[in-house]
Each structure stands twice: as structure tokens, then as C-alpha cells.
């Protein structure tokens, strides 16, 4: 019911939209926004299709959940320590060379998966976590840098961002989940089969960035090292309260988000109910759509603006995962193993799917948000520091998983973006204040910066 009514209301959005929701564009825009949607579509298919299939493929390796914990925690933090350095060298070497490492680190990765060996699943972890790195800032640094060069207008960018998010974090989710399914549970190929079609689609998205894309670089200058580099991202954030605040907001975010990701399970199935995960992942990403179709529409008006609308989107999506821990209190748990989804599981799922179009909103909005505020030499460096505390954060949870009960995890969560929503407030307070005002300015007690 849930899946159908969602349908519905994301079919009626895409149809319903008129001039006013419409962007006029150009053809060479047309073509190079295409372009860039079948090569984004086809690396996040290769993404997309291995998620499901990770934890289920170690487990039938023989592994526990342990180990699979360290393999996990394994590929957030090499995200952190390896992918930092990788995705801050696309601004100096090269945006399309980094896109294209992507697809060479993500294919190696997809390849390991066929020994069963620790120390080589190991190593895969460690490339899956390079590439993901990469697929978070590479595409997107090359991207704004190649839309300001060949001169578009600067609304545009957020119809790429938001048909970006509704295609790759939305439909092409859904369809890499049926087709991982055909592949492994109707086809019988076994565990590995969707790993090597996810290298075949990176593969051929490799093709298309070789023949048709043209590099960009943020910072060419050749006198710059790796720590030049690091300090100079480190000193745009720490002088510039607008870029703090995006990160933080973007930290606590994404950091609910990924946590989110280990919990749904587990709450929507506490004694062990049998709950369709593929259909109901399928859902999650249907909302997810509904929330971009609803971005691109904000988005393509003049107000409200993205810093005022995403504070009231922050505290739907706090006040969505406090479900878990209200129907805890209010409805009484089932004591019967097994069975379907219970009665508390159904209105936690609607809570869920609420949380999952806020994601839809979320990504589009601070994609449009970092174009603006991200100075563009260090753009790369600046996103890969986004992603650190968020990093820690995801291995901290994942280490602790079992050491908390279901409840205080979301009630952290929905602290988290509580905060967000106040941060994204103070965000739209300063948004109008001139880029880069030294924050020695603004605190007369603080030290120079170039002491």
C-alpha cells in the first residue's frame, strides 16, 4: 500500500509540473546535463547494486558479525584517512582523472569479492572506501567547475543536482536492487554476480568520462603540496562561518543518515518478523524520490530559499526517527517470534519513509548550498573534510552497535538533526554576509591566522 500510494504521489509530482516549476534551458545545456546524468546514473548503479549483497556475501563466506564489523569499519576508515588524500589530489591533478580512478578502485573492489579470504576482502574494503570518497566529491567538484566554464547560468546547476539525486539515489536504486534480486535469487548466480555487474556498468561509465569528458582542475598551481593544500582547505573553513556551519550540518546529517541504514532493520523486525527488505528498501528509495521531485520545484522558484526551507525539513526528519521510541512507550511489544510486520513496525515504516524523503530533499539542497559557499580551488579537499567527523562518527556507531539499545540510538539521531535545524538557522542568518569575512574580524579575542 505504501509502495503504490507512493508511486502515485511521485507519478503525479513529475506530471503535474508547470512553467513556473520548469527551468528554461538551453540545448548545449540539455546535452551536457544528459551526459553527465547516464555517467552519474551508471556509478551510482555500480554503487547501488552492491550494497544488499555485502554483508550477505561475507556471511555466507563463514564470517561472523565480528568480523564483518571490522570489514565494514575497514572501509569507512579508509573513506577517512585514504580517501581525504585521494579526493583532495582531483583538485590539484585532475577532477576527470579522479572520476576515473573511481571506476578503477570500485572495479578492483568489486573483483576481490570473489575470494573468500580476510585479507583480500580486506583490501576490497579498503578501494570501496577510496572510491566512495571519490563518488562524494570528484563528480561534483567537476561538475560545478565545468558548468561555470562553459558559462551556464547558475540556476541551472540545480536541475542537474536535483534530476542527479531523483535518477542516481532514486530510480536507479530501486532497478539495481530487482536486477540484483534476478540476478541472485532468480537466476541463481550466487552472492558475487551483482559485485560483477556493478564492475560491467562502472566500466562502461568509465568509457563515456574517457570519450566525452574534458578536464578541470581546481588549484593548478604546480609550487602546491599535499599539506599546502589540507591548510589552505582548513584555514577557507575555519575562516569562513558559512562553510563550518555547511559542514557541520552536513556531518550530523549524513552521520544520522548511515546509522539510520544499520537500525531499520532491527526496529522494523525485533523478533525476528519476516519483512520483505528488498521491497521495503524499494520504498525507501520511491520516498526518496518523492523528496527530490519536491526539491526541483522548490529549486526552481525564487523563494522560499534553500537555507530557509531545509531548517523546517531538518526538524520533520528529527521528529520522524523519535517514531521508534514512541511506539516503544505507547504500543506493547509483540513476546511472538516470527510472524509479519507488527502493528508498531507499520507506523515505524511510515515514519521511516517520511525520514527517507527528507534524504531526497537533503541532497539536492546542500549540493546547490556547497556550490554557492565552497570556494572552488579547494573544492575537493573542502568536501573530503566534510566527510571526516563523519567518518569517526559511523565507525564509533558501528563499533558500538550492540553496546546501546535500539531507542537511544535513534533518540541520538534525532538529537543530531535537531541541531542541524539550528545550525541551518543560523546558516540563513549570515547567508547574505559576503563570502570569506576572516573570522578574526568578527572575534577581536581570537589569534591571527598567520601566526
Same mark, same amino acid.
Given at each position: ?5 507512493l ?7 513529475e ?9 528554461? /534551458? ?24 552492491? %550494497? ?51 571506476c578503477? /578502485? ?10 573468500? =579470504? ?13 572510491? /566512495? ?19 551556464? =547560468? ?21 532497478l ?22 556493478a ?5 562502461i561509465?568509465m568509457?563515456i568520462i574517457?570519450?566525452?569528458? /574534458? ?5 593548478p598551481?604546480?609550487n ?26 552536513q556531518?550530523?546529517f549524513?552521520g ?13 523486525s ?7 527488505? %528488498? ?6 528509495m ?27 525539513v ?71 573534510f ?7 562518527f559511523?565507525?564509533i ?7 546501546f ?5 535513534? %533518540? ?36 591571527p591566522l598567520?601566526?
Amino acid at each position: 500500500m505504501v509502495f503504490g500510494a507512493l508511486s502515485a504521489v511521485v507519478a503525479a509530482l513529475e506530471l503535474s509540473k508547470n512553467s513556473k516549476d520548469r527551468i528554461n /534551458t538551453s540545448p548545449a545545456f540539455n546535452s551536457f546535463k544528459n551526459n553527465y546524468l547516464v555517467v552519474y546514473s551508471l556509478m551510482m548503479a555500480g554503487d547501488w547494486l552492491q %550494497g544488499p549483497y555485502v554483508y550477505y556475501l561475507y556471511s555466507t563466506y563463514g564470517f561472523g558479525k565480528g568480523d564483518i564489523g571490522q570489514l565494514f569499519i575497514a572501509g569507512f576508515g579508509s573513506s577517512m584517512l585514504f580517501g581525504t588524500i585521494v579526493g583532495s589530489l582531483a583538485d590539484k591533478q585532475g577532477r576527470k582523472r579522479a572520476c576515473i580512478t573511481y571506476c578503477i /578502485t570500485y572495479i578492483l573492489s568489486c573483483i576481490t569479492k570473489h575470494s573468500p =579470504e580476510y585479507r583480500i576482502l580486506m583490501i576490497g574494503r579498503v578501494l570501496g572506501g577510496i572510491a /566512495t570518497s571519490l563518488l562524494f566529491s570528484a563528480f561534483e567538484s567537476w561538475l560545478v567547475a565545468e558548468h561555470n566554464k562553459r558559462g551556464f =547560468e547558475q540556476q541551472w546547476l540545480s536541475l542537474t543536482f536535483s534530476k542527479a539525486i531523483f535518477l542516481g539515489n532514486g530510480l536507479i536504486a530501486i532497478l539495481s536492487g530487482l536486477f540484483g534480486n534476478l540476478l541472485v535469487d532468480s537466476l541463481s548466480l550466487g552472492p558475487v554476480a551483482p559485485f560483477d555487474a556493478a564492475a560491467c556498468f562502472l566500466a562502461i561509465g568509465m568509457a563515456i568520462i574517457f570519450s566525452s569528458w /574534458t578536464e578541470n582542475f581546481g588549484d593548478p598551481s604546480e609550487n602546491k603540496d599535499l599539506l599546502t593544500q589540507f591548510r589552505g582547505a582548513a584555514i577557507a573553513i575555519a575562516s569562513d562561518e558559512k562553510i563550518a556551519l555547511l559542514g557541520a550540518i552536513q556531518s550530523l546529517f549524513e552521520g544520522s543518515m548511515y546509522t539510520f541504514v544499520f537500525l531499520w532493520t532491527p526496529a522494523l523486525s525485533p523478533n525476528d518478523e519476516e519483512i520483505p527488505h %528488498g521491497f521495503i528498501f524499494a520504498t525507501f528509495m520511491l520516498a526518496s524520490m518523492l523528496g527530490s521531485s519536491l526539491a526541483s520545484r522548490l529549486m526552481a522558484r525564487s523563494a522560499p530559499r534553500v537555507e530557509s526551507y531545509m531548517q523546517i525539513v531538518f526538524v520533520i526528519s528529527s521528529a520522524s526517527l523519535l517514531l521508534p521510541i514512541i511506539t516503544n512507550f505507547l504500543v506493547a511489544p509483540s513476546k511472538v517470534k516470527g510472524g509479519s510486520i507488527s502493528f508498531a513496525g507499520c507506523l515505524q515504516l511510515l515514519g521511516f519513509c517520511t525520514f527517507e524523503a527528507c534524504v531526497g530533499i537533503f541532497w539536492p539542497s546542500i549540493m546547490k548550498m556547497r556550490s554557492q559557499y565552497i570556494p572552488e580551488e579547494a573544492r575537493s579537499t573542502i568536501m573530503n573534510f566534510f566527510r571526516i567527523p563523519l567518518n569517526i562518527f559511523v565507525c564509533i556507531v558501528l563499533y558500538n552497535v550492540d553496546a546501546f539499545p535500539i531507542t537511544i540510538m535513534f %533518540g541520538m539521531c534525532s538529537i543530531f538533526l535537531f541541531v542541524a535545524s539550528i545550525l541551518q538557522r543560523r546558516l540563513m542568518a549570515i547567508s547574505d554576509k559576503p563570502k570569506m569575512e576572516s573570522w578574526t574580524a568578527m572575534d577581536p579575542e581570537a589569534e591571527p591566522l598567520n601566526d
